[in-house]
């Protein structure tokens, strides 16, 4: 680890919170930086080995990477580290030297550049040389299309103004000589965002994505920072897309050199299925075949016939619309914490629940009171389930019109949906498969309709199968709601139940290797598993 940490972590205490938010600064830790310099391997044909850290802080990343290529045998190394917070100049420059140093005694060069400028605005793919290699951990933040100086700082390479860490990655891969490598600790948002689609189709056609490093818990990776967002590691190569993308998952970071590996075909990571470029993260390789299955379906949400829509109240703009009061003229407002597995739940006496007056323009906030599946839109990456699916009955909560609030998405059919095609369609988004599917796509606490529409399913006949079923049943537990998905929609793949495969085959990063069995037996040698055999 290195010995420089201290400072880090010294400079970090001191700096205001206020700040630190403005210029979207969350320091990486040591072991991660350590754990992304293991991704680099070694440069061919070239004397100095060039670094870039676009987002250089205190320079951990760049000490971490330079460490990695004199371990692999680079005699010189040159770093540009970019940094525009004054207040980290001091402690970066006398890290680099630290660095420097070290170099030295094994006989070896390492020389540094810092500019004290914005890496994005300044744009350096214009001006300097190639770059080898580039280790980051930029500043995430959304701004101002209209008015911020980076709106326009990235428009030559991608379409959209997603968030200012996608501008900085973008840039960084335009920087890089043929084969070059971007190791980045970034949100997942890009994974599988709406606003990143013109970012994932840069990223497709410009790099090649080699690696993702994926954590269980949400809040581990930037410990006491109040970091919100879901982190990946990923390594990118530039060059033509490669076959294979390996995917790696670990607890937190204290667990990170004794990840789960497995590998699969790019193309079930990155669906070029349409122009959305969205990139799938199984944590596991069960989670894998999962996926491997499903994309097998044969049926598209839309080609079932369903619609998903978003609810249409949006609180803060409808007040003069709510009321706790019971008026004649309104009918009930469901809301999150209505809904529940296969029902919903408004008896007016909960102290959240409210009702919507059919006041004037009331109708583009209600809708016709039907059948309907309803999702949770939000939940916690660390909660049991990402997806919570209710289904409405108008024989449980009467009226010919009903609201529903913003946080909610709700499934009706284009032909009319009965009550067991509901609980059938229910029945899936409570199941275990698909929780874990929807987990592979999206790494978003929120549950976008836009996901649910690029969903594969089964045959309606499997859904009414299902639906049939539970409707009879006074118990839906999550034993019995998976028994019967699985029965009829995965049994035929091999995937029996939600737990499938126990044996985990693990690889540490740096090249060590074990075996951890769930159950009794053993393997005479490794294996390392991939979708299309075992190397």
Known sequence: MLDFASDQKKIINTLPKKGKKELGQFFTPPMIADYMASMIYPVQNTETVRLLDAGAGTGILAAAAAIQCLAAGHRAVHAVLYEIDTTLLPTLRSNMEHISRSFRQKDAVFTYDIRHEDFVLARPDRTEPPFHISSINPPYFKYNTKHSPYSEAAADLFKGNPNIYASFMAIVGKCLAPEGQMIAIVPRSFANGLYFKGFRKFLYHNMSLERIHTFH?????????????????????????????????????????????????????????NDLHMIRIPETFHEGRILK?????????????????????VEHRTREFITAEHPENSVPLLRMHNIKPFRTEWTGRHRKDVRFMLLYGHAKHTVRNSVYVILKRFSSKDEKRRLVAGVHSPERIAGQLISFENHLNYITRKQKMGLAEAYGLAGLFNSTVIDKYFRCISGNTQVNATEIRLLRLPSRNNILNIGEFLLNKKNTDQEIIDEIVNRECLNEYGISGPHGIQKKCRRNCLGNRSLDCGQSGSYDSFRRRTLFGTV
């Open 217 to 273: 818990s949400r809040g581990q990776v930037f410990k006491n920072m109040n970091v919100l967002q879901e982190n990946v590691i990923c390594k990118y190569v530039k060059r033509k897309q490669t076959d294979n993308i390996t995917i790696c998952s670990s607890n937190c970071s204290d667990d990170i050199h004794n990840s789960e590996i497995s590998t699969y075909p790019a193309h079930l990571i990155i669906n070029t299925a």
């Open 293 to 313: 299955t499903i994309d097998n379906w044969k049926n598209s949400f839309g080609g079932l016939g369903y619609i998903i829509s978003t609810g249409p109240v």
